[in-house]
């Protein structure tokens, strides 16, 4: 038997009804079957699934009995995405078992490993899968200089916040020319944001593509199962660096908590007491903060400072999604409230403070709303 280990994973927060168990039951032999699809070319065979309480393992592949078992706090306490690696996981561990016939390995060992890396799947052997690689040293001094900067970007005065963000950005950019360009091989992760919905607004797909085209990740939407409504949806995945990832998820958290404290500013400003134009004065926030940010990739360009993207960041990508759907999506009504919205996102500093560790080192806060 291998599986993936939980050292110190927390107990459920709350128990699914048997009948929710039964409908999660059947969304993880879905997934199994389009995983198999696109990562193993449909040779595996079906499994038996289980939910288990068991304390030390997140997920097991028991071959004996021929059943792929997964704990019920993925379910609740890790959520689905993490799930799904945990399965995608336990069926590498049945790939060798089952199609390559090796049983003279380690659990572990390189073929599984192997095979792990093939498809981009997490292949340790303990904790919660994660992003690839950590935020080492260097890069952890980069972060800690945007922190700063973004720090004085919560200047009062507005042409000093300004410049503050503008210099986090171009770090960062210089940050990502410089290390595309060195030889050292670049790890790449992924992670979610936000939490799963059942409609992806306007919004949310513009705020996809800011994270994409101005702060070096990849993004795709990606289907949940909601076990506690036993419905389908989707969350945003971002794939890159560490570093990247750790910049895009305050990015996100940030312009979301700002739209939505903009728009509460405007209902009380112009006497608006419901939430049937909130679509809209959202989605022309995102799209100002857009029209800022090109702004800035424009004054770049003038230094010399042009990004052409990451190849290696699109390989790994296209190796964790290889069958991307494209699809369009009609956008929000110009209205006078979409333009309000407009204007307020163009005065958007992007900022955040930051705490001192016991160490000395910096972190970022908490994304909390900002102007």
Not at 100 to 110: F, I, K, Q, S, V
Request: proline share 4%.
């Amino acid at each position: 038997m291998q599986g993936v280990g939980m050292p110190s994973a927390p107990p459920a927060s709350e128990v699914l009804t048997s009948e929710l168990e039964r409908a999660s039951l059947r969304a993880i032999s879905s997934a199994f079957d389009l995983i198999n699809y696109d990562f193993f070319r449909r040779k595996l065979r079906r499994p038996l699934f289980e939910l288990s309480d068991t304390r030390a393992k997140l997920g097991r592949w028991a071959q004996d009995r021929r059943t792929i078992e997964l704990a019920r706090s993925l379910l609740l306490d890790h959520g689905w995405g993490v799930l799904l690696e945990v399965l995608k996981h336990e069926m590498a561990h049945q790939y060798v078992d089952e199609v390559l016939g090796l049983h003279d390995e380690t659990a572990h060992g390189p073929a599984f490993r192997r095979v792990c890396s093939e498809r981009a799947i997490d292949a340790r052997a303990a904790g919660v899968p994660a992003a690839e690689g950590s935020v080492n040293h260097e890069r952890a001094r980069v972060l800690e200089r945007v922190a700063k900067l973004l720090a004085l970007a919560e200047s009062p005065n507005l042409h000093e916040a300004q410049a503050a963000m503008s210099a986090a950005q171009r770090l960062m950019l210089k940050y990502n020319l410089e290390a595309l360009h060195a030889s050292s091989t670049r790890a790449y992760g992924f992670r979610h944001l936000g939490a799963p919905t059942g409609r992806v607004s306007e919004s949310q797909r513009i705020l996809a593509l800011i994270l994409m085209d101005y702060f070096f990740v990849e993004v795709v939407w990606v289907p949940v199962w909601r076990a506690r409504e036993a419905r389908r949806g989707s969350v945003l995945e971002i794939c890159g660096t560490p570093e990247n990832l750790e910049l895009g998820a305050y990015v996100h958290s940030f312009l979301s908590h700002t739209a939505e404290r903009l728009w509460r500013e405007y209902q009380r400003a112009q006497g608006i007491r419901k939430n049937a134009q909130r679509r809209t004065f959202v989605a022309g926030v995102m799209v100002g903060f857009r029209d800022k940010l090109e702004r800035e990739k424009s004054a770049n360009q003038t230094q010399g400072l042009v990004w052409l993207g990451d190849a290696a960041l699109k390989d790994y990508f296209r190796v964790r999604h290889p069958r991307i759907q494209w699809s369009r999506h009609s956008g929000s009504r110009r209205t006078e409230v979409w333009s309000h919205g407009r204007d307020a996102g163009r005065r958007i500093v992007l900022h955040r403070g930051i705490e001192h560790g016991p160490s000395g080192g910096s972190r970022f806060l908490p994304a909390r709303g900002g102007s």
